[in-house]
């Protein structure tokens, strides 16, 4: 099981994948596009447990577009956001993006 956590602004989202030891399998950032963010992880040939979407304007789009994809979309505060990355053990080796979302 793998848990993804995004971090979402208008050009780019910084994308971070981890699996369920905490290990980080990718860290990425790609165009706020959803067919650019479903690209890169379905290419990871994983399945997810949870995908965490920073709460924003772009969130509804972006939770529509996943859930279209079978993909499990949750849209969180930044709080939530970090607590459902905080899963991994080794959060401390994420990104500054990745482990801390901007409000």
């Not at 208008?10 to 030891?21: I, L």
Request: hydrophobic residues 45%.
């Amino acid at each position: 099981m793998h848990f993804v956590g995004l971090d979402v602004s208008a050009k780019a989202t910084s994308v971070c994948v981890v699996d369920d030891a905490g290990k980080v399998i990718l860290e990425q950032k790609v165009p706020t596009d959803p067919a650019d963010i479903i690209a890169i992880l379905t290419s990871l040939g994983v399945s997810f447990g949870r995908i965490g979407i920073e709460a924003g304007p772009l969130s509804q789009w972006l939770v529509n577009a996943f859930t279209y994809r079978s993909l499990r979309p949750l849209p969180c505060s930044t709080r939530i956001t970090i607590r459902v990355l905080s899963m991994s053990s080794t959060l401390s080796e994420m990104t500054s993006e990745a482990r801390n979302p901007a409000p």
